[in-house]
């Protein structure tokens, strides 16, 4: 059983920074891929960033069109860790955001559907 647990969120002001954490247990953290997620206000859940784990040296990531630039996503294995750096943040990229694992460990899935295991989520909330 894999659990995820979420840390970092809170409010800050437009063009502030914020750093999302997610420690995993219970499996191999390593093997598999990782992402994030945002659920804002109102609207569905939304793909935000994903990375695999091809070797320990070397990753791939894919990001939603509108963190791309601003967002970094990266992971820990040692620290069964993935992080979501998050600058330069607008006031619409306030939601509760969340990580998710995925079984299959190369690709880079964008659905929600794909993945296996969800964190609690953690609350951004970003002011103009």
């Known amino acids: 059983q894999v659990q995820l647990v979420e840390s970092g969120g809170g409010f800050v002001q437009a063009g502030g920074s914020l750093r999302l954490s997610c420690v995993a247990s219970?499996?191999?953290?390593?093997?598999?891929?990782m992402a994030w997620f945002r659920h804002p206000p109102g609207k569905e859940r939304e793909f935000v960033a994903v990375i695999t784990s091809l070797s320990s040296l070397s990753y791939s990531t894919r990001y939603a069109d509108s963190v791309k630039g601003r967002f970094t996503i990266s992971r820990d294995n040692a620290k069964k860790t993935v992080y979501l750096q998050m600058n330069s943040l607008k006031p619409e990229d306030t939601a509760v955001y969340f990580c998710a694992l995925g079984q299959i460990a190369n690709a880079l899935m964008t659905d929600t559907g794909d993945y296996d295991y969800w964190g609690q989520g953690t609350q951004v909330t970003v002011s103009s």
């Open positions: 219970g499996r191999t953290f390593s093997l598999y891929t």
